[in-house]
Nanobody, 124 residues
Framework: QVQLVESGGGLVQAGGSLRLSCAAS????????MGWFRQAPGKEREFVAA????????DYADSVKGRFSISRDNAKNTVYLQMNSLKPEDTAVYYC?????????????????WGQGTQVTVSS
């Protein structure tokens, strides 16, 4: 089993930045892909970003490309999401996920473990 705990969410003004962290425990996720998803009120959970086991080939949703950056530190069993130039439409609960496969994916169903989420609120 893998437990994922997100942190770093909060309230920020439009144009500001936040850095989310997701710490894994229970087993090493160094050989697993990691992803970030988000869910706004009344909407489905959507893909935000993902990264392969090695940290290569980061993938981003078009809505965040150029503003968000995903990275990982396998020694710390942690993945990060740096969010810059935040917009009110980025307001959502952000979830970290991992899949027991080395290469990333955009589909929620391909991820095996999920965190509880962290709230990000961007005010205009």
């Amino acid at each position: 089993q893998v437990q994922l705990v997100e942190s770093g969410g909060g309230l920020v003004q439009a144009g500001g930045s936040l850095r989310l962290s997701c710490a894994a425990s229970g087993r090493s996720v160094s050989s697993y892909a990691m992803g970030w998803f988000r869910q706004a009120p009344g909407k489905e959970r959507e893909f935000v970003a993902a990264i392969n086991w090695s940290g290569g080939s980061p993938d981003y949703a078009d809505s965040v490309k150029g503003r968000f950056s995903i990275s990982r530190d396998n020694a710390k069993n942690t993945v990060y999401l740096q969010m810059n130039s935040l917009k009110p439409e980025d307001t959502a609960v952000y979830y970290c996920a991992t899949r027991t496969f080395g290469y990333s994916a955009r589909k929620r169903s391909l991820y095996d473990y999920w965190g509880q989420g962290t709230q990000v609120t961007v005010s205009s």
